[in-house]
Structure formats: C-alpha cells, structure tokens
C-alpha cells in the first residue's frame, strides 16, 4: 500500500523569500503528481513527473522527483502572494498499471503567503 | 469544453435519506474517480471505474455505491446516510494517453445533518 507524507503541512512565508515542501511517499512509485487547490476551489494539475530525475518548472514553481530516495519536492523561488493555497503531492504504486487505479495523496500543504 | 462537471453543488441530507451525485465528462475518459475530501485528510478514493459497465473499490467504499451506465457519466449513491459522509466529494477523469493525469470537477459539498 503507498502511503504519501508532506511536509510541512502548514506554511507561512513572506513575499520574495524561497522554500521547499516536500513529499515522501513509502513504496516504488510508477510517477508523481502535484496539484494546487484554493479554498473552496477544485484542484488543478501542476506538474506530472513520470521518470527518477525528472524536473519540471512553471514560473516560481519548479518540481522534481528523486525515485530512488522516494522523494518529491516542490520548490518556490521568490513567493508571491498569489501562490498561497494549498499544494497536494500524489502519487500510484509500481504495480497499479499506471494511474488506473487512482491516486493517493498526501494531506496537503497549506501555503500563506505575507505581503 | 465543459471538462468534468458535478450536480449537485450542495446538498444537505437527513440521516437515513439517500441521494445520488452525478458525475459527467466530455474528454472521452475511459477512467473515473470519486474521491471524498475532509479536512486535514487530503483526498480518499471512494471507487474508481476502468470502463463503461465496470467499477471497482477504493480506498474508502463503504457506505457508498457505484455506477457507470454510460461511459461519460459516473454515478455516486449513498442508501442511508450518515454525519460521517459529511465531507465534500470530487470526481475525476483521467486517460493513459494523458500520462494519468486527474482531471477534477468543481465538488459537491455533502452535509449530513
């Protein structure tokens, strides 16, 4: 069974600073998601990372996945106000047959962003 | 493209009462999720189906009932429910020439008073 674990959960930064959440997840993975939710909102893809090594950046958001150590990270380069939100890592076993089988997210990380 | 859309938006429910959340999609998705959120909880899959005419269990299924008449559509039933069902439910659509990816509608928020 995949378990997924972010950290931290709860994050409060000023405008300008960086920082990284990190997402652990507890067997072989077939790939990564991470998505981005705003309160009361749907969620809404960001990145897809399918292969150990793979780095994938959109503005201030970069995200990158490590297979071996198990590790996703999402990373952001000067913060902006309007990236606060909360950012969710999922992911699918090896064994699932891709993401077929649906995805098992992390709880989430709730992201403030002070001006 | 309307992508995933969900009915109802809300809904308030007795316990005991019953009620059906639909789910409807216009990608041609083979594949389609119902996940529960609740707070501090992340998302929970519920049941997910590979095709029309098939359903499967996911992480959270009790209590809850599938189905998949039609391939665009996939439907969420609660027979009697409970204040533990109060939560606010997603569908979701995916495809494996689309790497996967989830494509979410906007949710139903469920209470169950």
């Known amino acids: 069974e995949l378990k997924v674990e972010q950290n931290p959960l709860f994050l409060s930064m000023q405008e300008g600073k960086n920082y990284t959440i990190y997402c652990n997840y507890s067997t072989t993975s077939d790939r990564l998601y991470w998505y981005r939710q705003d309160p009361g909102k749907s969620l809404e893809s960001l990145f897809v990372l399918l292969s150990n090594g793979a780095v994938k950046q959109e503005g201030r958001l970069m995200a990158s996945l490590d297979t071996k150590a198990r590790l996703s990270t999402l990373h952001i380069t000067a913060a902006v106000h309007d990236l606060s939100a909360t950012y969710f890592c999922a992911g699918t076993p090896m064994y699932s047959g891709g993401g077929a089988d649906g995805l098992t997210f992390g709880k989430g990380t709730h992201l403030i962003i002070q001006p | 493209n309307a992508g995933v859309t969900q009915t109802p938006k809300f809904r308030v429910l007795k316990t005991g009462q019953s009620m059906t959340l639909l789910c409807a999609q216009d990608?041609?998705?083979?594949?389609m999720y119902w996940y529960r959120q609740d707070p501090g909880m992340g998302l929970r899959l519920i049941h997910y189906?590979?095709?029309?005419?098939?359903?499967a269990k996911g992480e959270v299924p009790d209590g809850y009932n599938v189905s998949r008449l039609k391939k665009q559509n996939f439907l969420l039933g609660l027979e009697s429910a409970a204040p533990s069902q109060t939560s606010v439910y997603f569908c979701?659509?995916?495809?494996?020439?689309?790497?996967?990816?989830?494509?979410f509608g906007p949710g139903t928020r469920l209470t169950v008073t």
């Open positions: 979701a659509s995916s495809s494996p020439t689309r790497e996967w990816e989830q494509y």
């Open positions: 189906s590979v095709g029309e005419g098939t359903t």
């Open positions: 990608m041609n998705h083979e594949y």
